[in-house]
């Protein structure tokens, strides 16, 4: 390589490594969104066994050699992220006609983060397999026994990877990637017209940010809320303040009326009371308001959990249940429901259903509601026929349940 490319090589790798660090301005205390990525690994060998769809592709042979490299990423958004750095490559020929070619590359690439397909799943927290695009500026040199030259072309990108988070300031990750250069990286131009190089690689990615705050593509998903979720939310606020003001007024009124009969003991007395009566059943609306709200509030966090389905809060009556089915899936345990439906709809008893609860993290679905626990348990011997598994199960729970079952509700 010249004085002269080397300059323009270096220069690349200097505007790359600037671009990265400079939208930092844009960065958020909150989430970790620059980082630094060390990678090394195995440049793969072409066999001359033909075209290889994943692997090397040149005009002869060649044999497995490493290549290295570094550079800065950006999260541009929890599913986006850039990369700018370097990488070396060296390609060995084999057989009748040896040649070594040492490619420095400086990277530009885009990746895709795939975890957030599946963010509702804890699997998300650490996983995140992503795809990669982009393109590379080479900078060669060939040499072999009759000759050697140089040139620097350009070539494009092509991959997919594995992160794994080991905390919030450290990724290690495996890529595999194929790119596609000039014809001449082998000073052959037979076969397609380009050089086709597959790496493998692994190495580690520095996260750097805020102490305390993850990676930007830890940012939860936003949930929405429908007009008419919105304008019920906001008409319950109202509520409550025009109760908490009622209130005032009432406290004050009992006040006043307590100052103006002081003389009057008993009279005193029997209004207050009366007062206090009415302020106790003013607090049990408001506290009624509350508990609507508090309702609505873990209905709002609940909407949208798949499809069209939505959570209604309706707590379990009490009675013996037959419990078929229990998953920590919503789809699953909603195709269970609806087969059990199918096959027992037309030979429950009067009164009967197939249900669905949610409770502490899981989906369970229930037969009931049984007066009787005869009755639940000729239910049961059915059901056991296709869920050999199911059991009959009782509401109110024990006192010493009560903890895990706290939230249960129902899911039409």
Not at 21 to 36: C, F, K
Not at 211 to 221: D, E, H, N
Request: glycine residues 8%; hydrophobic residues 35%; negative net charge.
């Amino acid at each position: 390589m010249t004085n002269s490319e080397m300059r323009r090589f270096l220069g690349v790798i200097l505007s790359l490594l600037l671009f990265v660090p400079n939208l930092l301005a844009q960065n958020s205390n909150d989430y970790r969104r620059v980082g630094l990525n060390l990678h090394g690994g195995l440049t793969l060998p072409d066999n001359g066994g033909g075209g290889q769809l994943l692997g090397s592709n040149f005009s002869g042979t060649t044999s497995t050699t490493y290549n290295f490299g570094a550079g800065l990423s950006y999260d541009i958004t929890p599913m986006w992220t850039i990369y700018g750095g370097y990488r070396y490559n060296e390609i060995e020929g084999t057989g009748n006609s040896p040649f070594t070619t040492d490619i420095h590359s400086a990277s530009l690439k885009a990746t895709i983060n795939f975890n957030r397909l599946f963010r509702r799943s804890t699997l998300s927290n650490f996983l995140n397999p992503y795809g990669i695009i982009g393109a590379e500026q080479d900078f060669y040199s060939f040499s072999s026994n009759t000759e050697s030259f140089s040139s620097n072309p350009s070539s494009v990108v092509a991959g997919a990877g594995i992160a794994f988070r080991i905390s919030d300031m450290f990724d290690l990750f495996s890529q595999y990637e194929v790119k596609f250069s000039t014809n001449s990286l082998d000073n052959q131009t037979g076969g397609v017209p380009f050089d086709q190089i597959g790496m493998l690689s692994a190495g580690i990615k520095i996260n750097f940010g805020k102490k305390g705050s993850k990676p930007l593509r830890m940012y939860p998903p936003v949930k929405r809320l429908s007009d008419l979720e919105y304008q019920e939310f906001k008409d319950k606020v109202g509520d409550i303040d025009r109760a908490t003001e009622g209130v005032a007024r009432q406290e004050r009124a009992l006040r006043d009326m307590a100052d103006r009969f002081a003389l009057d003991i008993s009279r005193r007395d029997s209004i207050i009371n009366d007062l206090s009566d009415e302020l106790a059943r003013a607090h049990t609306r408001i506290d009624d308001l509350e508990e609507r709200v508090s309702r609505l509030e873990n209905r709002i966090d609940s909407i949208k959990i798949g499809g069209d389905l939505s959570v209604r809060l309706k707590t379990v009556a009490s009675g013996h249940y037959v419990q078929v089915f229990a998953a920590r899936d919503l789809e699953s345990s909603v195709r269970v429901r609806d087969d059990m439906q199918r096959q027992l709809g037309g030979r429950l008893p009067d009164g009967i259903c197939v249900f669905m609860i949610h409770r502490n993290g899981f989906y369970e679905v229930l037969i009931g509601t049984f007066e009787e626990y005869q009755a639940a348990s000729e239910i049961n011997n059915r059901a056991v026929q296709t869920f050999d598994d199911s059991f009959i199960i009782t509401f109110p729970r024990p006192t010493h349940l009560l903890e895990v079952y706290n939230d249960t509700h129902i899911i039409e």
